[in-house]
Every structure is written in C-alpha cells, then in structure tokens.
C-alpha cells in the first residue's frame, strides 16, 4: 500500500522553528517529485515549496522564500521542510504529496497531478 506520513508538526512561538517530515512507503520514491502544500481554515489549500525526484530543483512560494528549506534524503524515502522564523500566518496543516509528473523549472505543479498525499500535519505559531 503505498501512502505518506508527515511528522514534525506542534506549537511554536513566533520566531521559532520546525523541521516536518514526510515518510514515504509502497512506491518508488525517487521517481517522485515531492509538494509541500498548507491549508488554513477558510482558505484553499497552497503550494508552499516543492522538490524534483532528485533533489536538484527546487521551488518556494514567495510567503516562504529565505525561511523554509526543502530537501530529500532518497536513501531514507524521507522528504523534509525546515521552517526557520516561523510567524502566525504560518499557521496551516501542511501535507505532503508525491507526483511522477515533471516540471521542468522545478515548479510545484497543480494539486490533481500529485498521486499521493500524506494526511496532513498541523502547525500552529503562536505566542
């Protein structure tokens, strides 16, 4: 059964950070670019930043640019996103999702091309 499962998130202050993770299982990881989308109550779900099945493109919404860093570890099926300086606005359930499809920038691509989506995590900045 092939599935996702992020970890990482909680409670933080302002200013804080988080690493969240995304465990894959049942497919070929590295044959899957990997999206981190968030979902703020009232709002549609966003793309927030995104990583080719290498690992050499990478992608940010501009919200997130110079704060949170993507990265995989292929060897592990592990996907992760590093959220330094976390502010309120922030705050979201943040899912992971997987989809063999290529962007050739990198770029994250719309929700229905991903094939498999992680059930969610949430993150919550606040003082």
């Known amino acids: 059964q092939s599935r996702l499962v992020e970890s990482g998130g909680g409670l933080v202050q302002p200013g804080g950070s988080l690493r969240l993770s995304c465990a894959a299982s049942?497919?070929?990881?590295?044959?899957?670019?990997i999206g981190w989308f968030r979902r703020t109550p009232g709002k549609e779900r966003e793309a927030v930043s995104c990583i080719s099945s290498s690992g050499s493109k990478l992608t940010y919404a501009d919200s997130v640019k110079g704060r949170f860093t993507i990265s995989r570890d292929n060897a592990k099926n592990t996907a992760y996103l590093q959220m330094n300086s976390l502010k309120p606005e922030d705050t979201a359930v943040y899912y992971c999702a997987a989809t063999p499809y290529v962007s050739a920038q990198g770029l994250c691509l719309p929700e229905n091309e991903y094939d498999y989506w992680g059930q969610g995590t949430q993150v919550t900045v606040s003082s």
């Open positions: 049942g497919f070929t990881f590295n044959y899957y670019a």
